[in-house]
């Protein structure tokens, strides 16, 4: 699994927000768009293009297989979570709207290319999708990066919006909305025209991975 999760003490409010999540929990990245060569669980095929599973080969299997491994030492951890975030983060922006371009090679020729169209951006949902920001940036320098904070109402028992920084012109800019664990039944039916991009889906919901990656266990 790419699990990207959840955390303990310092994270309490993603703890509850994990919780209310649901069972089925996908780990990756929410997009406007995402290919894969992967079909989602035969209950979950009902969304069709909207859910997205990144190829599962050898090395994607080897990565999670670490990641659940309640043994292997934080460092390790945050390397292989990187890894596996940094697949997802490339496949999802494999999906991105690109246009035609042309530049001059060194030797004078020209190359017909393609290029990013402007106008993309990333938002993490913190604190766990914080770890997500390392693997966008690396694929993509110049991308602004916006933060969204959720917390549990303890008194309504629903997610509320705590803090909010988005970069200018959201509502013109297609959004890699960041975080390692979701409900996709409850994210794809509340908001039926969100894609999400995943490296698994799974019935049973790590809720460690804040606390391993940010070392606050």
Known sequence: MPELLAKGRKDTQEESLDRARGEKCSVGMENGVA????????????????????????????LQTIIRDRETERGDFVFYADRLIRLVVEEGLNQLPYESCSVKTPTGAMYEGLAFQRGNCGVSIMRSGEAMEKGLRDCCRSIRIGKILIKVNEETKTPMVYYAKFPPGMEQRRVLLMYPLLSVELVLKKFPSVTILTSEVLSDCPSSFGQRYFGTD
């Open 35 to 62: 290919p894969s060569d992967e079909k989602p669980p035969n209950h979950l095929q009902e969304f069709g293009p909207q859910l997205k599973i990144i190829k599962i080969n050898e090395q994607v299997r080897e």
